[in-house]
């Protein structure tokens, strides 16, 4: 008789339904992760309002796990056995185009469905595509040979590992793309966890400074973002958010800006074009979908000689890069690490992360288990 799998399945723009789901037989070249933790992201948010891409679909793309049954195959090309706790990657690569040779699995064609309308990405993928397990709010997630797998560094617990995504991206955006390094200045708009991860990292790379923006709903945020390092904070609602900056920097600008704002608006934008040092400051950006900035200042970008570049997603270094920085008890994670809900509340776990559901969210987690 085959098993089951409980799973809340998104069957309508912000409507969630548990459900069961079969267990699906496991060929030598698969595994199955039980699945311990499932971050909610600022990006879900978004997703959930939005209609469904043909069927419906297991959400969830930031997912820790133990590794509850291995095929051989997948055991020898992977280096796993059953019982490793792992981080897993949202994106299932191809596996043999120039990105994927770099670890850089967000350009691969194969990940987007923007270039590929039938990409598989884990928390985005319908139920329709067999064996449908392709989301972390689930009890078990279906990984294929081209999964992409971050053994959990021993001591570090599953939620604080479920941290992963936001961190990695944080150390991606922040000193790989920013170029943050020892002694820099800072400017980070927007203390979500996408942001007050973009401020560990700063602080953790050596910056001399990191100032981290929001807004008066914002004021715990702000306590942990100083609680995490950051030098100065700014309610950009009460206060003159640019004044304050030239203030802080002595006059000079911050080097870099990484506007975690999440929807690329224009107050943040040209606050951090503004921010930056006179000559060769560096803006990292994101803005989803169709976003438009039509009297965006490019002369003014072009007259201060700044670089911008767009914030996406993360790298296989960054991610390994994130779990170290996790492990490293530097940083006091529990002040992030604000919520956890059950299978059955995912829907209220979501609308948390927004702003409208259990107050003081931070980092949301879903286990599936509880
Ligand atoms: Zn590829």
């Known amino acids: 008789m085959p098993e089951k799998v409980l799973a809340a399945v998104k069957v309508g723009p912000a409507t969630t339904e548990l459900r069961e789901i079969e267990l699906p037989d496991l060929p030598p070249d698969a595994a199955l992760l039980k699945v311990e933790v499932a971050g909610v992201c600022g990006t879900d948010v978004s997703q959930y309002k939005l209609p469904l891409r043909g069927a419906p679909?297991?959400?969830?793309?930031?997912?820790?796990?133990?590794?509850?049954?291995?095929?051989?195959?997948?055991?020898?090309?992977?280096?796993?056995?059953?019982?490793?706790?792992?981080?897993?990657?949202?994106?299932?690569?191809?596996?043999?185009?120039?990105?994927?040779?770099?670890?850089?699995?967000?350009?691969?064609?194969?990940?987007?469905?923007?270039?590929?309308?039938?990409?598989?990405?884990?928390?985005?993928?319908?139920?329709?595509?067999?064996?449908?397990?392709?989301?972390?709010?689930?009890?078990?997630?279906?990984?294929?040979?081209?999964?992409?797998?971050?053994?959990?560094?021993?001591?570090?617990?599953?939620?604080?590992?479920?941290?992963?995504?936001?961190?990695?991206?944080?150390?991606?955006?922040?000193?790989?793309?920013?170029?943050?390094?020892?002694?820099?200045?800072?400017?980070?708009?927007?203390?979500?966890?996408?942001?007050?991860?973009?401020?560990?990292?700063?602080?953790?790379?050596?910056?001399?400074?990191?100032?981290?923006?929001?807004?008066?709903?914002?004021?715990?945020?702000?306590?942990?973002?100083?609680?995490?390092?950051?030098?100065?904070?700014?309610?950009?609602?009460?206060?003159?958010?640019?004044?304050?900056?030239?203030t802080v920097t002595g006059g000079r600008g911050v080097d870099v800006v990484i506007d975690c704002t999440s929807g690329g608006s224009r107050a943040p934008v040209l606050l951090g074009i503004e921010a930056t040092k006179r000559r060769g400051g560096t803006m990292v950006i994101q803005a989803e979908g169709s976003a438009v900035f039509p009297d965006f200042p490019i002369g003014r970008v072009t007259r201060k000689g700044m670089t911008l570049k767009s914030a996406r997603g993360h790298s296989h270094r960054a991610v390994e890069l994130a779990l170290q920085h996790l492990a490293s008890s530097r940083f006091p994670l529990e002040l992030i690490t604000t919520h956890r809900f059950g299978l059955a509340e995912v829907d209220y776990a979501i609308k948390s992360v927004a702003g409208e559901g259990a107050p003081g969210a931070i980092h949301v987690s879903v286990l599936p288990w509880k």
Request: aromatic share 8%; proline share 6%.
């Open 57 to 246: 679909l297991i959400m969830g793309h930031e997912n820790v796990g133990y590794l509850a049954r291995v095929g051989t195959q997948f055991a020898e090309q992977k280096g796993v056995q059953e019982g490793d706790l792992v981080f897993l990657e949202e994106y299932l690569p191809c596996g043999h185009c120039e990105w994927d040779h770099m670890g850089e699995y967000r350009h691969c064609a194969a990940t987007e469905w923007f270039y590929d309308p039938n990409a598989i990405r884990y928390g985005y993928t319908p139920v329709s595509t067999a064996p449908s397990l392709w989301g972390g709010f689930s009890r078990y997630i279906y990984l294929p040979l081209n999964a992409v797998l971050h053994k959990v560094p021993p001591g570090l617990p599953p939620e604080e590992a479920s941290l992963a995504t936001p961190m990695s991206n944080g150390i991606q955006w922040t000193l790989l793309d920013g170029g943050v390094g020892y002694g820099a200045s800072v400017l980070v708009e927007g203390p979500g966890q996408q942001g007050l991860c973009c401020a560990m990292a700063a602080k953790a790379a050596g910056a001399g400074c990191v100032i981290v923006t929001g807004t008066s709903r914002d004021v715990r945020r702000l306590e942990v973002a100083r609680a995490l390092g950051a030098d100065a904070v700014i309610d950009v609602e009460q206060e003159d958010a640019l004044a304050r900056v030239m």
